[in-house]
């Protein structure tokens, strides 16, 4: 059993209720990995503290023995820990730290960051390989300016609540406890519209078009999505907005195919240059160079050009295999059909290089 477990809240941590099946809470933990994770985060110390969080919270609870013993540390509370069912100094602390989230929940630490949007951006090959800066269409939720947000006429059409007079809850008492709730009069708000804002129908949001701008790293891969912070929904006040990810599609080059940060390029060869060796000019992403092809390369041999690959910012380029092939002559002419013809009597009378097969 692990202490700390009573201060963290692993199902809140992953959004998933306490009764989320195994498949629910990996799911979850797949999704807040993606978004969080170092990589698309660079030097955001948040979003590295969340992943730590999430990848915790998600190697207890997907493992049924440990999240039992967790659900029971959680039920049981400081006393889980204390021998006798008394308490020390430690656990007191504890206990205190308990009630001080349950107070912390109610008045205004209910805010909710806002909501996150997603959006696409398709690149080309060449775009993915060497990053760019471009615009993304953004439709974002504001608040409206004729109400300055409070969904009233001009933003004055409005009285405060005299049911809770103006706090948003009332209070209702169990016992030793005293328990906020929303005030049903005014569904929270503290305040009640007399005539609505015609601008946004008293929503107190309007949604405004805009453009961001997104820099897209050097070697980004298809489906790789970039998080822009603040750029989703208006967070509760105090609370941050939500952000935008940014969707990466990269279209297929004609030519390069890519495998991690390496490049794949499939080149014909003539029967002579296979046979005889030559030296054939290659393109790479940036410029072309020359290849060497020794006499009698085989089809389908591959040659490593170092470092022409993917360069992703930040990390080791990767490599350019070119896969050469035999492509023979389509359309030989009748004296080139005859010359041939007498290579193959002259010298490819007898053996096959088959023979293996049947032996
Ligand atoms: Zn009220
Ligand atoms: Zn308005």
């Not at 008045?107 to 996150?116: A, D, E, F, L, M």
């Amino acid at each position: 059993m692990n202490r700390d477990w009573l201060d963290k809240d692993f199902y809140k941590v992953l959004g998933v209720t306490q009764n989320a099946s195994t498949d629910d809470i990996k799911k979850s933990y797949k999704k807040l990995a993606r978004e969080n994770h170092p990589d698309l985060n660079p030097g955001d110390s948040e979003a590295e503290k969340r992943f730590k969080d999430i990848s915790e919270a998600s190697s207890v609870l997907t493992d049924q023995k440990k999240r039992q013993e967790y659900d029971q540390v959680r039920a049981m509370g400081a006393s889980a820990f204390s021998g006798q069912g008394g308490f020390n100094v430690d656990d007191l602390g504890d206990i205190f730290g308990n009630l001080g989230d349950i107070f912390g929940g109610f008045g205004g630490s209910g805010r909710r960051k806002g909501q996150s949007y997603q959006t696409n951006l398709t690149i080309s090959f060449i775009e993915s390989a060497s990053g760019l800066e471009t615009n993304v269409p953004l439709r974002k939720e504001v608040s409206c300016a004729d109400c300055r947000g409070n969904g009233s006429e001009n933003g004055t059409a409005y009285h405060t609540c005299n049911i809770c007079s103006g706090s948003g809850q009332t209070a209702s008492n169990q016992g030793f406890f005293s328990f906020a709730q929303p005030c049903q009069a005014c569904r929270g708000q503290g305040s009640i519209i007399d005539k609505q804002c015609k601008t946004c129908k008293a929503q107190g949001m309007v949604i405004k078009n805009e453009t961001v701008k997104v820099k897209i790293p050097a070697g980004v891969d298809n489906g790789t999505v970039i998080r822009l912070r603040g750029y989703g929904g208006p967070g509760d006040s105090g609370a941050p907005d939500g952000d935008l990810l940014v969707q990466i599609a990269v279209e297929p080059h004609q030519y390069f195919k890519r495998n991690g940060s390496d490049l794949v390029l499939d080149v014909p060869l003539l029967f002579t240059e296979a046979a005889l060796g030559s030296t054939i000019r290659i393109p790479t992403l940036k410029k072309q160079i020359s290849l060497k092809i020794p006499a009698g390369t085989p089809s389908g041999k591959t040659f490593k050009v170092k470092g022409e690959g993917i360069s992703p910012q930040g990390r080791r380029s990767g490599d350019l295999y070119i896969r050469v092939y035999l492509n023979p002559p389509q359309n030989l002419s009748r004296s080139a059909k005859k010359h041939l013809e007498s290579y193959r009597d002259q010298f490819e009378s007898g053996d096959t290089p088959r023979d293996y097969l049947y032996e």
